[in-house]
């Protein structure tokens, strides 16, 4: 599920308020078929004495065991494709934002009050109790924070081609550029050197050490300054590349020739 963290990140930044809330106890709110039971049994010795061993299997979904999320999440998923009517543009959202038993996603301004309410409301029902919500937007002092604009990197200049370049490329390539369009707007993309991207370093595997004194924790110091100063690549898309992802067509003819 590692995977899905990116979109997810990229979700709550899309809408002026990024929001996130959980599900209480959400495991424990699934129950399990009998003939399922028999999967999760423990031993338990009474009094601590060996001797007195008894068997026992729980009756809902636990935390830790492999399924557990998936499980959740079929459940989750069950249960917000059975709205219909003035809630499903909620459900929807909801059904796109869930990582595990967490909620992230964002919001414009006039759908926060909105949002909160309905998300209670359509998983009332499942008893699922969405709770600890959080938002953007408003400081501690009741004051609207700043807009903050998105920006993307990537340390691949052929990346950044495909991205802007509206061009039908190859399937594998189209698939990730797709749907990288319809989260993002290709032009917040701007491309940052491997040797200034934090994410580089672990993404080529590194040692703790290493990791801790990289930059992880806080990115390229030019990043606290204006956008105006910040650096500009020169860096060029191997074009060789590139045009080995363009979308093949095939040419046929027709004889007419009998």
């Excluded at 219909?84 to 009050?113: I, M, P």
């Excluded at 991205?163 to 491309?191: A, C, M, S, Y």
């Excluded at 672990?202 to 390229?220: D, I, K, N, V």
């Excluded at 956008?227 to 590139?242: H, K, V």
Aim: with cysteine; aromatic share 10%.
């Amino acid at each position: 599920m590692v995977e899905l963290i990116p979109a997810i990140i990229n979700k709550f930044r899309l809408c002026k308020f990024g929001i996130t809330t959980d599900i209480e106890k959400a495991f424990l709110q699934i129950g399990l078929r009998e003939d399922d039971k028999p999967f999760l049994r423990f031993l338990w010795w009474k009094n601590g004495d060996k001797e007195n061993t008894k068997i026992y299997q729980h009756k809902r979904v636990v935390f830790g065991i492999s399924s557990s999320p998936f499980l959740l999440g079929a459940t989750l998923e069950h249960h917000l494709k059975q709205v219909t009517g003035h809630l499903e543009v909620t459900a929807q959202k909801l059904l796109e934002s869930f990582y595990v038993d967490n909620c992230v996603t964002s919001v414009d301004n006039e759908e926060l009050r909105r949002f909160m309410i309905e998300s209670r409301e359509i998983l009332s029902p499942a008893k699922f109790n969405l709770r600890g919500w959080e938002h953007t937007g408003v400081s501690a002092g009741g004051k609207r924070l700043k807009d903050v604009r998105i920006c993307c990197w990537s340390d691949s200049v052929n990346v950044l081609y495909w991205i802007k370049d509206k061009e039908n490329w190859g399937t594998f390539v189209n698939n990730r550029v797709q749907e990288i369009r319809r989260l993002t707007n290709p032009e917040d993309w701007k491309h940052i050197a491997g040797i200034l991207n934090p994410a580089d370093l672990p993404s080529r595997g590194c040692g703790a050490e290493e990791l801790t004194e990289s930059l992880w924790w806080e990115g390229p110091s030019w990043l606290k300054k204006p956008r105006e100063e910040w650096p500009l690549s020169e860096a060029c898309p191997d074009f060789a590349i590139i045009n080995s992802e363009r979308k093949r067509t095939v040419a046929s003819t027709i004889n007419n020739e009998l």
